[in-house]
């Protein structure tokens, strides 16, 4: 046999192999830039767009359960949460009334955020006129309750919590963020606080100021918190057009887009939501958005 037949086989299958790597290199670089869930563990849902995270509705169905006054550090209140099992588990947001509201004042948040993919629960404070800090304690007494006894506890991956509140509230997730580290977000809405700086806070804050605010205006309370807060922390301050303080009581498109991008994007380590947070949104006109800072996720 000539030496060149006996290196024919040896050719041949070189060739079929080098033509196998090429096909999966192929397959490789025609993933859809949207596909992030298939390489996340903690993503949940479809890639998102514009219409997607404007939606009253995302794309799970949602059921709620009732928690009674009876439990220890905070007063009951109402869990929001996807009906589904086939993703696993699901990160989870706790959100404070303001000043002298309840849970019902924020009953937009729940079904709006849960079929985005988290477990949300609204909770009712101690008492109406609670100060942020105490607001701070039972957020956290909250979230205790939800990964420990709650009965969709099962559904929670307790790695993956965050804070919200409105007002009072807002000033009390901001507290709550300062005093645990540990925490993946804060969405703060109009937040109100007699403490205007935050540099311990290393949690990644959302804050959602209104420009006709009188109550916890921008200039007195969410422009000073973010500015407190270390640039080395993600941070986001948005500015809502024309809004009063009452905006964290209504289901806003822009404010809940922003809210539900943050947590997606630092709850869920979904990257496919960096679109709506980096680059900044246009401000002035009509974005609806008079003002917008921030650090720029850092993926």
Not at 10 to 26: C, E, I, K, R
Not at 46 to 74: I, N
Not at 89 to 94: D, H, L, S
Not at 176 to 205: D, E
Request: with cysteine.
């Amino acid at each position: 046999m000539s030496r060149r037949s006996r290196t024919r086989p040896a050719f041949a299958l070189l060739s079929a192999l080098l033509a196998m790597l090429a096909l999966a290199a192929a397959s490789v670089v025609a993933t859809p830039t949207g596909a992030g869930a298939q390489t996340n563990p903690f993503a949940r849902g479809p890639a998102p767009t514009e219409a997607s995270v404007t939606a009253l509705r995302g794309p799970f169905a949602t059921a709620t359960v009732s928690v009674p006054a009876s439990v220890a550090g905070f007063n009951g209140g109402t869990i929001h949460y996807p009906t589904d099992t086939s993703q696993g588990t699901f990160g989870a947001v706790a959100l404070a009334p303001g000043f002298t509201a309840t849970s019902a004042s924020y009953a937009w948040a729940g079904p709006r955020i849960a079929s985005q993919g988290f477990v949300v629960f609204l909770i009712d404070t101690n008492s109406r006129f609670d100060q942020p800090n105490s607001r701070g304690t039972q957020l956290q007494a909250a979230l205790d309750y939800l990964v420990n006894q709650s009965s969709v506890r099962n559904r929670i991956d307790p790695a993956r919590l965050a804070v919200s509140g409105h007002s009072m509230g807002g000033g009390g997730s901001l507290a709550a963020a300062n005093a645990n580290p540990t925490l993946q977000a804060v969405v703060a809405l109009q937040p109100w606080h007699n403490t205007k700086s935050w540099p311990g806070i290393r949690v990644p804050t959302m804050i959602i100021g209104a420009q006709n605010d009188t109550i916890a205006s921008v200039s007195a309370h969410s422009s000073p918190f973010y500015n407190s807060i270390p640039a080395s922390s993600e941070k986001a301050l948005l500015v809502r057009a024309g809004a009063g303080h009452g905006l964290g009581t209504t289901n806003d498109n822009i404010q809940s887009k922003f809210a539900i991008s943050w947590l997606k994007r630092y709850v869920d380590n979904d990257t496919r939501y960096d679109q709506f947070l980096c680059p900044p949104p246009a401000t002035g006109g009509s974005t609806g958005i008079s003002e917008y800072r921030n650090t720029c996720p850092n993926s």
